[in-house]
């Protein structure tokens, strides 16, 4: 991992904004078997040297890197409170796997941020190392100003349920942590029943890895886990079910910030109008 | 022009956002020969039936209605101020035209906010009285809280020419103004003098009447106009030109605030970090 092959990055695009800079790299990823693209926002005080904490998004289904990075108005407060903002894919690309590009809810674009256990998909589909351990390893070895031990994590929908998860299983590694619309137990809806029967086989009991109300019972962490979700959301009852998450942090004592945001749906427009309580949210649990 | 016919609006799609509400609508348009469309923030000012000011923001070469409402994140500010912020979109779309989408800086997408003279475009490019006329017909007949004595005009690059010029002939109607990276000379630039002869014909007298540094100089406006413009932006040289609007409003005694923003490139992001200075300059303007 420390072969400074993976660690290259190729600059794809650079815009300033907000007096920082929004890049957006490709690298080679071991773990996901090939080219793999995330973008960056660097804000003034991490140009000007200073070592800044950082929040990943991760985004939903049918997306790459440029979604939030065009639509979701984060910059603005990344600026303002010193946060880098890192935005990686959504899966692995072009591995030629029968079938990867005929659903928009598994295979490209579906990631679900686990590492796959099933062939074919366990070469490449991997994304739960990759945002722990691999890009982990290309920021540090790429952005100095990029505080590793301050960082937090968040996303939308199949990316809020990869935020809540991995915040879950690793409270030391991200310490703060919020969702947008997450699915909030992917056991007990179509698309994580699809997702983890595809990935990780039909013993369910390998599912419960990946799914938060079930690893909040287990969970070390001390966070309060800040999820905005909107009361017109086409996806609320059938697939993303924050009762079932809210019901387990309230047995298993985790803290919750659920806010059922009136009128708003899924789209860019509801992350838009609450990503300034999510960058809060973090830059005040990472003491910015 | 009071048919109900022209001015029945079909709503597109409706997202909530900032406690306002994001529209789209088509309508049928008798001067662009067939169907437009606009977007339109409703601030929670307009909602709760206060008349608040109007915001519109003219888009560039390439661009529909969709860009400016999902990148720039102007809809924050226009809910904080109260402004309804409506964004047409640039040119006349399905005519048959032979070579209507031949070119990106030419008939579709790029209607120039002029009234073509020259068949065959003259029968629908008609953008400035769609903007000046037919769409304040729309919008006073279908937003009674939008209050059409208390208007602005903004744009970017294509459409900060037509936001400078509108302005500049209608500083009545349109009473504050700004652009991001207009087009500030059309008559003595590439993509300016292909689309003036294209619609207007060969006699360059008849193009002064659409272009910002000739009209500047017998505009009645009292207005500062705002002008940002990108330092790294792509076209500043060849197309841009705003030391010749610069010129010319030193020459006139007409007020401007032209900033040149370093780093800055033509792209939304370059907008996204200054549209609220713009919304702030209208809103202050406006009396709002």
Tied chains: 1, 2.
């Excluded at 998450?245 to 047995?251: D, I, R, T, Y």
Aim: include cysteine; charge should be negative; glycine fraction near 8%.
């Amino acid at each position: 991992m420390n072969d400074s092959n993976i660690t290259r990055l190729e600059l794809i695009s650079e815009n300033r904004m907000f007096g920082g800079l929004q890049r957006v790299y490709s690298h080679h990823s071991k773990l996901c078997n090939g080219t793999m693209r995330f973008a960056i926002y660097l804000p003034p005080a991490a140009l000007s040297g200073n070592k800044v904490p950082v929040l990943t998004y991760l985004s939903g289904l049918t997306c790459t890197e440029d979604n939030v990075t065009a639509k979701a108005g984060a910059q603005r407060m990344a600026s303002e409170l010193g946060l880098i903002f890192v935005a990686p894919d959504t899966s692995p690309r072009g591995q030629n796997i029968p079938g990867e590009d005929d659903s928009y809810d598994f295979g490209s674009a579906a990631g679900f941020y686990l590492d796959a256990t099933q062939e074919p998909w366990s070469t490449a589909y991997n994304m739960y190392s990759y945002i722990t351990r691999e890009l982990q390893e290309v920021i540090a070895a790429n952005f100095e100003t990029a505080d590793l031990s301050r960082q937090g994590i968040t996303g939308h929908s199949m990316g809020g349920h990869g935020a809540l998860t991995i915040h879950l299983k690793n409270p030391d590694l991200f310490k703060s942590v919020s969702a947008f619309a997450p699915i909030c137990a992917p056991m007990q809806c179509p698309w994580g029943e699809k997702a983890l029967s595809g990935y990780l086989g039909d013993n369910r009991d390998n599912w419960t890895a990946y799914d938060a109300t079930e690893l909040v019972r287990q969970s070390p962490s001390k966070a309060t886990i800040l999820v905005d979700q909107g009361s017109a959301d086409n996806f609320l009852k059938e697939q993303l079910k924050p009762e079932l998450l809210q019901q387990a942090c309230q047995e298993s004592g985790q803290s919750l910030s659920l806010r059922l945001q009136e009128g708003y749906d899924h789209s860019y427009y509801f992350i838009a109008s609450f990503i300034e309580d999510h960058l809060r949210h973090h830059a005040k649990a990472l003491n910015t």
